[in-house]
């Protein structure tokens, strides 16, 4: 089943357009990035937000206890990984929250995604090198 999931929304006008588009999930960028928002602008965009429409925060690296923070207070209601969080530390998250967890992964090579595959994260995000492009992986590395 394909999902849609929209990032990096860090102005009013984006959730206007997501909210009108109507995609599955949104990113909000906690990471290093042109498009970091901090916690309370993403509690403001997040009143904004269409019900129906998922706030996954995207996160590099990231101590864990500001992760838990986020999803407790209702800013996010998923977590993406974006970094190079192991199965230990997805596995510490896991016991300290119900909410559902992201693991992108970088497919540079065949059998990348294949050592994933036993991930106890609620779900792969295959992606290019970098993330967060716009460029595509050559999708013959996951054949």
């Keep these: 089943m394909v999902k849609v999931k929209i990032c990096g929304l860090f102005r009013p006008c984006d959730i206007e357009a997501v909210n009108a588009a109507k995609p599955d999930y949104i990113g909000f960028v906690f990471a290093e990035s042109k498009r970091k928002i901090t916690p309370s602008q993403a509690m403001d965009l997040r009143k904004l937000l269409s019900p129906g429409i998922i706030p996954v925060g995207v996160f590099v690296n990231e101590p ?56 106890s994260a609620d779900y792969l995000l295959l992606d290019h090198k970098g993330g967060g492009t716009g460029q595509s992986f050559d999708w013959d590395m996951i054949g």
């Design 64 to 119: 864990i206890a500001n992760i838990l923070s986020l999803a407790q207070e209702g800013v996010i209601n998923a977590i993406q990984l974006h970094g190079s969080e192991d199965e230990v530390y997805i596995q510490k998250l896991k016991l300290l929250t119900n909410t559902p967890i992201i693991k992108a992964i970088s497919i540079q090579n065949k059998g990348d995604a294949q050592k994933w595959s036993a991930t």
